[in-house]
């Protein structure tokens, strides 16, 4: 596990942005797992600014969903297939086609999660996910005591979940209850796990997922099973970190020829 500290929001989505590119120059149809709510926003930013300027061509890259709120109506603008579509697909000039994604409202939940399990295997796999991380360690919607070899599955949100993303709703009691998540062996199957953290009140789900035990407590204490993963944290949400020093100097010896 790499982990890189960096100044600000900011300058993390431009280092992940980079690595995107990267990635897709060598591979233009690379499948990238994307993940929703505030923090990796400065990523897609990063990202439709390149393909703007002529920095990226993302004409041939695929998306695919990392989560889905199950019970949203159609075309809500909290569904996560809407937010995915309004962030990322079209500001990066896709298309619908290029988009895979989990139907939370499907007559039948657990077939639809088995479902797009089996999709993204058969589209050749997610080549980069894209994954935040819960005050209380989730990724994805994997909440605490998730099983480490889970697939694609419905889970019931904790209430801090819902709390945290009430937010994006008029009140709590408008954030569903249940969500269909990539599991976390799903999620590990993927080539390269990129974990982005922002905020002080990241700094100790970080601290535990980094430095603390593998533990279905701490479902993102799971990168540390992954021969691919990289953790980008700012300042603040690095504060807990006992490495922190070691990190930094870490990522300033790395050699240039290699990539994040």
Not at 143 to 170: G, H, M, W, Y
């Amino acid at each position: 596990m790499e982990i890189v500290i960096v100044p600000d929001a900011r300058a993390a989505g431009d280092l992940i942005a980079a690595a995107i590119t990267d990635l897709l120059t060598d591979k233009p149809d690379a499948l990238l797992g994307v993940a929703t709510g505030s923090t990796p926003l400065p990523i897609y930013q990063a990202l439709a600014e390149r393909v703007r300027d002529g920095r990226l061509d993302a004409a041939e890259a695929r998306i695919c969903q990392l989560d889905e709120y199950v019970g949203l109506p159609a075309g809500h603008p909290e569904s996560y297939r809407s937010v995915v579509l309004r962030e990322v697909v079209e500001p990066l000039g896709l298309t619908e086609d290029s988009f895979l994604g989990p139907d939370g409202n499907a007559s039948d939940i657990a077939a639809a999660a088995v479902a797009y399990d089996r999709a993204l295997a058969e589209a050749g796999g997610v080549d980069l996910q894209l994954l935040g991380i819960g005050t209380d360690g989730h990724i994805g919607f994997n909440e605490p005591c998730s099983s480490l070899s889970s697939r694609t599955r419905i889970k019931t949100l904790t209430r801090q979940t819902r709390v945290d993303n009430a937010r994006f709703f008029d009140s709590i009691d408008e954030v569903p209850h249940h969500v269909i998540t990539q599991g976390i062996g799903t999620i590990l199957e993927a080539r390269h796990l990129v974990l982005l953290a922002t905020g002080e009140a990241k700094a100790e789900a970080v601290a535990l997922a980094v430095e603390g035990p593998l533990s279905a407590v701490v479902p993102a204490s799971a990168l540390q099973l992954h021969p691919h993963a990289t953790v980008v944290v700012d300042e603040a949400a690095a504060s807990r970190l006992k490495f922190a020093d070691y990190f930094r100097d870490t990522y300033a010896a790395k050699p240039a020829w290699q990539k994040l």
